[in-house]
């Protein structure tokens, strides 16, 4: 899986861009990325379409709530899925 995230270390309550190079994202016509917080159970779930940035993936950005850890992972949704990714965010 190929994730790129600008920062590199999330902030709480700046944006975040994720861009996603990933194994679905070649054949799909949509790209959904699924995360969370936590490092058990996952809180403040979401699941947000991505935009396609052609040559360089799916794009999206989202503001990061002050939580320790963002767990993010990639669909087409239609059943596939790319592996969890863990990203620790930056404390204040």
Known sequence: MDVKLFPEKPEPYLPLTIIYQGRIGDNAQVVRVHGGYGAVNWEEV???????????????????????????????????????????????
């Open 46 to 92: 979401f699941d947000l379409p991505m935009h396609l940035w052609p040559d360089h993936g799916w794009t999206i950005n989202i503001a990061v709530l002050p939580q320790q850890l963002l767990n993010l992972t990639f669909h087409d949704g239609e059943g596939n899925w790319d592996e969890v990714m863990q990203v620790a965010i930056k404390s204040s």
